[in-house]
């Protein structure tokens, strides 16, 4: 089964400038979910999905990061305009079930985003 | 300047030592948990979790205990391996601005000695 995807791997831009991130879920995963890990951090939720509505973006720093999932499966998150403290990986997951119930997140690889 | 993250706790355990991670969970009312284990380089791995009913289960070479008195939670590894090597978080799913949401700790990183 092929895992969550996302792109690009690495990305280096100057505050200021924007930037996009793509994900790929595992297939006929409902739930969709973008996490900010910060160096040395845990990973912080910053939106969730349950097909293409947002169930909770209370932590999405709405002036400036946006998501959208409009057909209910990949998605994009993107940051405009970016600022130093966005320095982070941004890690999607996945899941089968509904949003907090339990059971695993399935994690891609995460993209790394350094602003200078 | 760039800023710097925080120190992550660091446990060395010499190769085939049994490893035990601790973690402080902060919501009494969290019913779900689970052990995540991140690689350099690589999105977090589910190890083995545990709902709040339970103070313990097993897996191949974990275990995990649930002490809901003191809300804590601690990872056991038999047998460590270098492959174990990693940084090692736990998360619970606790209710939050309208939804549950799966909430990270700070992780620990284990380093094994061959």
């Known amino acids: 089964e092929a895992g969550v995807a996302q792109s690009p791997r690495y990305k280096i831009i100057e505050k200021r400038q924007s930037v996009a991130f793509w994900c790929n879920p595992i297939?006929?995963?409902?739930?969709l979910y973008w996490y900010q890990q910060i160096l040395g951090q845990g990973p912080k939720l910053l939106i969730q999905f349950q097909n293409n509505g947002v169930v909770d973006d209370s932590q999405l720093p709405k002036d400036r990061f946006s998501a959208e999932r409009l057909k209910g499966v990949d998605s994009t998150l993107k940051i405009q305009p970016a600022k130093l403290e966005d320095s982070a990986v941004y890690l999607c997951a996945s899941s089968s079930r509904a949003p907090g119930s339990t059971g695993e997140l399935f994690f891609g690889e995460g993209s790394r985003l350094t602003v200078l | 300047g760039e800023s710097v993250g925080l120190h992550l706790p660091t446990l060395s355990v010499q190769e085939g030592d049994n490893s035990i991670i601790n973690c402080a969970y902060s919501n009494s009312a969290s019913d779900y948990f689970i052990w995540y284990k991140q690689e350099s380089g690589k999105g977090p791995q589910f190890i083995i979790d545990i709902r709040s009913n339970m103070d313990k289960r097993q897996g191949q070479r974990v275990t995990v205990l649930l002490n809901k008195t003191v809300k804590h939670l601690s990872l056991q590894i038999a047998a460590t391996q270098p492959g174990d090597s990693a940084v090692y978080f736990c998360?619970?799913?606790?209710?939050?601005?309208?939804?549950?949401?799966?909430?990270f700790g700070k992780g620990t990183k284990l380093s094994v000695i061959p």
């Open positions: 297939s006929g995963h409902a739930t």
């Open positions: 998360a619970e799913n606790m209710y939050g601005a309208g939804s549950y949401q799966l909430t």
